[in-house]
């Protein structure tokens, strides 16, 4: 591991890759029961899927600037 740690920028994330397995993934479960649990979580399998989403919307905002942010990009 590296003693000088660099900010992860959009060329550290292969996002073409990212989002084929997720809608690849997605597409699998897309008859499935979306308001059952997720495994062992309290979530249903439609919030899990919902707060990814939400997750990688702001870690494609903190992305987009092409600059690392120290702080969170603010959202009204």
Known sequence: MSADPHP???ADV????T????V?????ARN???AAKAG???????????HIAD?????AAQLGPGRARDSAVPFA
């Open 19 to 22: 989002v084929r397995s997720a």
């Open 40 to 50: 062992p979580l309290e979530w249903t399998c439609w919030e899990t899927a919902e």
């Open 14 to 17: 292969d996002v073409d890759d």
């Open 24 to 28: 690849a993934t997605l597409n699998e």
């Open 32 to 34: 499935a029961d979306w």
């Open 55 to 59: 997750n990688l919307f702001f870690f």
């Open 8 to 10: 992860v920028t959009a």
